[in-house]
């Protein structure tokens, strides 16, 4: 029988395994003389159609087997059958697309291709040691959206934050060898689609009944009919050189499908993983997570070290951890002035009622 310890260390590991081969497979994808092809765009829409067809295999699979559960309840009469914890396939509603969702759901999926893009494109063009580096200023834009449409106010302790992070940033492009331009540019406009999508992920949830597996269906829908005309514009004749050499080969489709499979996989194991210790732990194993796949990056990938590039990564990982216990421990404490608020406000109501 397996202890509450051994659960979590297997989906905290089960996380980092699927995260970081994610990332490297998808760099394979994307730069490898191997198995790569110069057409990003398609890649991440191969990715996108993947994802997609899970999520309506798993929407299939999860009806029939509610379907199985009913059937066994009628015959055995038994209503404890229906207290039993609910399956894993549970989560997975019925996948199927009604256009006026779709077109609900779109807007999100603009933010949510340019995301998946612009992470792919900062992936081709940037060294693995540098990719969380030039990637992390999600945080940054989080606070500047947050403050631009919610006109909520930054405390000092988030600001000194930010400019740790964004100390880092400098830095590890400073001490970039291998320094590209156009990943970092990338990997700015990825943290800010980042950022974006989490902002009107929560606006669009309620169009799917707050269902993530079912806006994760629609964006990826979605997703695949954007890809379509920019392969056309940007890619045709790379996809079209890709006959005669990588479509032809059974390592690049394995890599192609075993990428999408991670893609969609990622979704699950984070969720795991925050049911099974807690946002705050879940915000520190990632950060963990991304600085052991930095450094490994300089061993598997052959990524030569620099002293700004090695500091720059923890200075980097430091601050968004600082950033993670700032905002949790400023979170506690709004929750605790609320509490004491509401209590003042019942205690006063009382004592007048009494009166």
């Known amino acids: 029988m397996m202890t509450e310890q051994s659960y979590i260390a297997s989906v905290v590991a089960t996380y980092w395994f699927v995260s970081i081969s994610m990332v490297y497979l998808n760099k394979a994808l994307m730069s490898s003389d191997e198995i790569s092809l110069p057409a990003p765009l398609f890649v991440t829409w191969f990715q996108c159609v993947v994802t997609a067809w899970i999520c309506w295999l798993a929407g299939r699979f999860a009806q029939s087997m509610?379907?199985?559960?009913?059937?066994?309840?009628?015959?055995?009469?038994?209503?404890?059958?229906?207290?039993?914890?609910?399956?894993f396939w549970a989560q997975f509603p019925?996948?199927?697309?009604?256009?006026?969702?779709?077109?609900?759901?779109?807007?999100?999926?603009?933010?949510?291709?340019?995301?998946i893009t612009f992470n792919?494109?900062?992936l081709k063009w940037v060294e693995v040691s540098f990719y969380n580096v030039a990637r992390s200023l999600t945080i940054v834009f989080n606070v500047i959206f947050t403050q631009a449409l919610l006109g909520t106010r930054t405390s000092f302790s988030v600001m000194m934050c930010l400019m740790i992070v964004i100390l880092g940033f400098f830095m590890g492009s400073k001490g970039e060898l291998n320094f590209s331009l156009w990943g970092t540019i990338s990997g700015v406009l990825s943290s800010l689609f980042v950022s974006l999508n989490s902002i009107y992920t929560?606006?669009?949830?309620?169009?799917?009944?707050?269902?993530?597996?079912?806006l994760t269906y629609y964006n990826n829908i979605n997703a695949c009919i954007l890809f379509i005309p920019l392969m056309l514009i940007f890619e045709h004749d790379a996809i079209l050189a890709g006959f005669t050499k990588q479509f032809m080969s059974p390592i690049f489709w394995s890599a192609m499908a075993v990428a999408g499979v991670f893609g969609f996989s990622i979704g699950i194991v984070t969720v795991l993983q925050i049911k099974a210790t807690s946002p705050?732990?879940?915000?520190?194993?990632?950060?963990?997570?991304?600085?052991?796949q930095s450094i490994m990056a300089f061993y598997i990938w052959k990524n030569q070290p620099t002293f700004l590039g090695v500091v720059s990564i923890f200075v980097v990982l430091g601050g968004s951890l600082a950033y993670t216990l700032?905002?949790?421990?400023?979170?506690?404490?709004?929750?605790?002035a609320l509490h004491k608020s509401d209590s003042h406000d019942l205690e006063a109501g009382e004592n007048k009622s009494s009166k």
């Open 66 to 87: 509610k379907a199985r559960e009913y059937d066994a309840l009628a015959k055995s009469g038994d209503e404890s059958e229906s207290n039993r914890k609910p399956s």
């Open 94 to 115: 019925k996948a199927e697309y009604r256009v006026g969702t779709g077109r609900k759901v779109f807007p999100l999926s603009l933010i949510f291709v340019g995301m």
């Open 120 to 122: 792919n494109l900062c």
């Open 202 to 214: 929560k606006k669009v949830l309620p169009v799917v009944e707050n269902d993530h597996w079912k």
């Open 280 to 292: 705050l732990t879940h915000n520190i194993s990632g950060t963990a997570k991304a600085g052991v």
């Open 326 to 336: 700032v905002k949790m421990a400023e979170g506690k404490s709004a929750a605790q």
